[in-house]
């Protein structure tokens, strides 16, 4: 039996099953220098693409198991999207101040906090269903 509904349910596993494959490319570019040559931060997204993929088989079935990978994903997006934007806003304080020669945005517009961006869809139909549940 299904724990919530299973039309939102394959929805939510359709944008996760998206969302983990592209963290997964982006993960594996960031590895071998394709985007940038950041392996941790590769790797970090290869960890995040991995809780995204290991939900979507739950929640295709309506199961509130496979939410709890989505909800892990989430965080996870959130926690390191929100970091690259603060160092992004630090390396325009130090350009304001003086310290280094030259900022741009472009460049410092990382892909991680692309990604981060991308998930807010998911990040509203998974409170949906949350707030659904029965505590």
Same mark, same amino acid.
């Given at each position: 039996?299904?724990?919530?509904?299973?039309?939102?349910?394959?929805?939510?596993?359709? *944008? !996760?099953?998206?969302?983990?494959?592209?963290?997964?490319?982006?993960?594996?570019?960031?590895?071998?220098?394709?985007?940038?040559?950041?392996? =941790?931060?590769?790797?970090?997204? =290869?960890?995040?693409?991995?809780?995204? @993929?290991?939900?979507?088989?739950?929640? &295709?079935?309506?199961? *509130?198991?496979?939410?709890? &990978?989505?909800?892990?994903? @989430?965080?996870?997006?959130? =926690?390191?999207?929100?970091? *690259?934007? @603060?160092?992004?806003? !630090?390396? +325009?304080?130090?350009?304001?101040?003086?310290?280094?020669?030259?900022?741009?945005?472009?460049?410092?517009?990382?892909?991680?906090? +692309?990604?981060? &961006?991308?998930? @807010?869809?998911?990040?509203?139909?998974?409170?949906?269903?949350?707030?659904? =549940?029965? +505590?």
């Amino acid at each position: 039996m299904a724990d919530f509904d299973i039309r939102e349910g394959k929805v939510m596993a359709g *944008y !996760a099953l998206i969302a983990g494959v592209i963290y997964l490319s982006a993960g594996t570019m960031e590895i071998f220098g394709v985007i940038y040559r950041d392996i =941790i931060g590769g790797i970090m997204l =290869i960890i995040i693409a991995a809780t995204y @993929l290991a939900g979507v088989e739950e929640t &295709f079935k309506g199961s *509130y198991r496979g939410l709890s &990978f989505l909800i892990g994903g @989430l965080f996870l997006s959130a =926690i390191y999207g929100i970091l *690259y934007i @603060l160092m992004m806003i !630090a390396n +325009w304080l130090e350009y304001l101040i003086g310290n280094i020669e030259s900022f741009s945005l472009i460049e410092e517009m990382r892909v991680e906090i +692309w990604l981060f &961006f991308t998930i @807010l869809p998911l990040v509203y139909l998974v409170w949906k269903n949350v707030r659904k =549940i029965k +505590w």
